[in-house]
């Protein structure tokens, strides 16, 4: 299969990266790094063994790209609009799109755009981040699960599958709403209390108020899943991240990083939209709705 | 009639030297401003005139003050409990003790310690600081209203509002319930915010996000207020708070006064106790619940 990376980051470049490293014809869409990875490669550090890929199909311009059978795309979703442009040229009739992007309402965005496209979410638990041009760090986990969201062939999910199992990568396919939502039972305590509170998931669990502030917002969530059918997304699972959570290193979310990095915040796809959805659904998020009030706040005071 | 002021900062400071000023027989209680009130007066500088007191009746304890007929207590709440061993000795049978300080249940708890003691809340609506020993500093406003809790005899609350009135103060008499709660509808809101995204209310309210967040939390108060069968605290209320605040200076609660300046928050009286009020009553207040923990998150980082 012909892949295609759209979104060279920390999780772009790694899933891309080891799917290369393992014979897979890849080719990347570059921004900044173009220059400096021609001429350098592309660089892995990894938990799970390091790599450089000397020389990698790498393209400046989307136009420019082959169709490719598999596109994962692992833009932030702040800049969600650029789909519109640079799926057209690598999409076929038969291409599976992987957004392995962060929140709710991507895909149903990205359908509305491309109406005839084959969308998947992808669905990372990984700790990887770029490190400099052509540079990425992969300091832990980077398991991946697919969920189907309008792929009309199931081989070609299998087949991606298949192929990330023999890259090294822990893959599988799941139920796509329920992935999306219990995504967001954990994504939407931490991001943005991490961001208002100025601290990690260690300290937001040792103490007693905001311990019991994330699992409110935790079943505030489990609520809204409930009211929109969404099945599994329940109080055993709440409790399941919290004690998975409580074992995890001192951890910062992506939104975090992205604050502190002055980079904009994705507040849209992480709050907004499932904000929106629920109510519509009669589920008010109550304090998850505060928080993307501070959240739009704060993003403003730092422009 | 003789008063006590037990709390000399900024508010007891200006209500105590206000009518001390106007011939008033007043009695002063002094932490660690003692010696220099002693030696240099009590100083009051007031946007409505300003002016020294040479000679004050300075007392370094409670317990050498006489009984008085009105004792003004200014204390912050983070020290309630000295109270018990505060009132005591200035107090006789037909004392009436008005407590100006923030929040919700103080009169409650006083009462519960000191079962025969007259009560009222003092509602000050005034900017004023301590700005150094025996050194107060009146910016603007100044008002006072007085809500009647315990108090036998209602010619005690008019008598004070007299000589209030005498000395150039604008005061009022209040229903109790009613002038605590519509106090909460402002302070609730803003007090907590203006530290969680560290700003003033001026640009809570700039921002569409949290100018939405403090009315939802305005209107959780409301709700809480109709639980409890406390009347007059109803949408239009809110409305004439969000357009006041408006037309304010860009101010920093006290709240934020004393986080910037590393004293201890008055969580307990401004969150804690209405919010178990609240839900005792049937009407949870989610928006101040999570602004309740995220200051407790605040005070405990803080330590």
Known sequence: MRYGIIGVGGVGG????????AGNDVHFLFHSDY??????????????GS???PHV???????DMPKCDVVLVALKTVNEQLLKDLLPPVVG????????????????DVQAWLPGVQLAAGLAFICSAKAGPGYVNHQCYGSINIGNYSCRDDNRINELINDLHVAGIEAA??????????????NMPFNGLTVTLNTQTDKLLANPATEQLVRDMMME??????????ENVDEPFVEKMMSMTRVMTPYSPSMKLDYENRRPMEIGYIYSRPLAIARQFGAPMPKLEM?????????????
């Open 14 to 21: 790694y899933y891309g990266g080891k799917l290369a490293h």
């Open 51 to 53: 790599f450089v890929l």
């Open 57 to 63: 199909n790498a393209y400046r311009q989307a136009a």
């Open 291 to 303: 928080l993307e009030a501070q959240l739009r706040f704060i993003e403003s005071q730092s422009k």
């Open 173 to 186: 396919a799941v139920e796509y709403s329920e992935a999306r939502w219990k995504k967001a039972v954990w």
């Open 93 to 108: 009739t038969d291409t599976l799109v992987v957004l392995i992007q962060n929140g709710i309402g991507v895909e149903s």
């Open 221 to 230: 969530v489990v609520e809204a899943s409930r009211a929109l059918g969404v």
């Open 35 to 48: 220059e400096h990875v021609v001429a350098n490669g592309l660089r892995v550090d990894s938990c799970d």
